[in-house]
């Protein structure tokens, strides 16, 4: 069973929780521990496969370093950035993520092609009161290779299923390109046998 996980981040208050258990119970309830960061579980059936879905949820923690995300950079296939729409600084905070994400140096982590990152615009259902243009978040995300939307958690069930499975289908495409660029195990033990073996032959 392939196993796929998922971080979902975002500023404070920005409806990452929603989003969670919108997604893995289909309801809205309002009000979220925030105190605490978790990691669910969910088995889904998709393209075939049965996978073994990891979401980690964060608490937000003022006190740590905004965007160091060391931990999530190595543990995580893909990622959900979250803002509210109604908010410009949880913009800002999400587009800092993302930089973050894409630097080149975090390259180095468990990825060998780029993760697949969706960029979402939530509380859609207070756009009476919004603060960001659905085009800044589209280009924000076509300038960083993320795929986007905007959505409301409160109001909205099937779109936001329809976000997740589609950063999972990213995830599993990522899954498919890695295995082709490394070697089979054979080809690799015959370049190891070879590397050792040839290297002492032409010395003796
Ligand atoms: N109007 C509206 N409110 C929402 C929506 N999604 C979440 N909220 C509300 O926004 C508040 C924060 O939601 P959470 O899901 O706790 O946000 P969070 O990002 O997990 O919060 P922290 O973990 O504290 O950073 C709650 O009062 C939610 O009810 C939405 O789509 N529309």
Redesign the pocket.
């Known amino acids: 069973m392939n196993d796929v996980k998922l971080a979902v981040l975002?500023?404070?208050?920005?409806?990452?929780?929603?989003?969670?258990?919108r997604f893995l119970t289909k309801r809205?309830?309002?009000?979220?521990a925030?105190n605490f960061e978790s990691i669910y579980n969910k088995h889904v059936y998709l393209e075939g496969k049965q996978l073994n879905l990891e979401i980690y949820?964060?608490?937000?923690q003022p006190q740590k370093a905004k965007f160091s995300l060391t931990s999530e950079l190595h543990w995580a296939d893909g990622f959900v950035i979250?803002y509210?729409i109604s908010d410009r600084s949880s913009f800002a905070f999400a587009k800092a993520l993302i930089y973050r994400i894409r630097e080149p140096q975090t390259s180095h982590c468990k990825r060998a092609v780029e993760s697949a990152v969706f960029l979402v615009g939530?509380?859609?259902?207070?756009c009476h009161v919004r603060e960001v243009g659905w085009e800044e978040g589209q280009k924000l995300a076509l300038d960083n290779r993320c795929q986007f939307c905007e959505?409301?958690?409160?109001?909205?069930t099937l779109e936001v299923e329809m976000m997740f499975i589609r950063i999972i289908k990213d995830i599993l495409t990522n899954f498919k390109l890695k295995e082709k660029r490394r070697p089979s195990g054979s080809k690799s033990m015959a370049k190891l046998i070879n590397n050792v073996f040839g290297k002492r032959r032409k010395s003796v």
């Open positions: 975002g500023g404070e208050g920005t409806g990452k929780s929603a989003l969670t258990v809205f309830i309002g009000e979220y925030s949820d964060p608490c937000s979250v509210d939530n509380k859609r259902d207070l959505l409301s958690a409160a109001e909205q």
